[in-house]
């Protein structure tokens, strides 16, 4: 079992930019794969990026692409989602989540075993 808990969230002006944070606690946090999703209101919830269980190797949607960096620190047990140049488009509810194994492109809801509450961010124009 992983318990995941994103922070970081907040309000930000359009071309802003915001860092949050995935702390898990529980089994080894390198075994897992974590990726990054977000919904919007009225809108399914979208994957954004992944990242390997070593942190070398991270993938992206084509929307974050180039705006958005993921990075891991094992040794505290926490990933990261860096947003730079954030749009109006980018405001939602986004959620970590963790699944045990190697494949790092993992990018549906169903290929992930545990998730965070999320973390609110809205982009103003």
């Known amino acids: 079992q992983v318990q995941l808990v994103e922070s970081g969230g907040g309000l930000v002006q359009a071309g802003g930019s915001l860092r949050l944070a995935c702390a898990a606690s529980g089994r080894t946090f390198s075994n897992y794969v974590v990726g990054w999703f977000r919904q919007a209101p009225g809108k399914e919830r979208e994957f954004v990026g992944v990242?390997?269980?070593?942190?070398?190797?991270?993938y992206y949607a084509d929307s974050v692409k180039g705006r958005f960096t993921i990075s891991r620190d094992n040794a505290k047990n926490t990933v990261y989602l860096q947003m730079n140049m954030l749009k109006p488009e980018d405001t939602a509810i986004y959620y970590c989540a963790a699944r045990p194994g190697a494949l790092y492109t993992a990018t549906t809801r169903n290929e992930y075993d545990y998730w965070g509450q999320g973390t609110q961010v809205t982009v103003s124009s």
């Open positions: 990242i390997s269980r070593s942190g070398g190797s991270t």
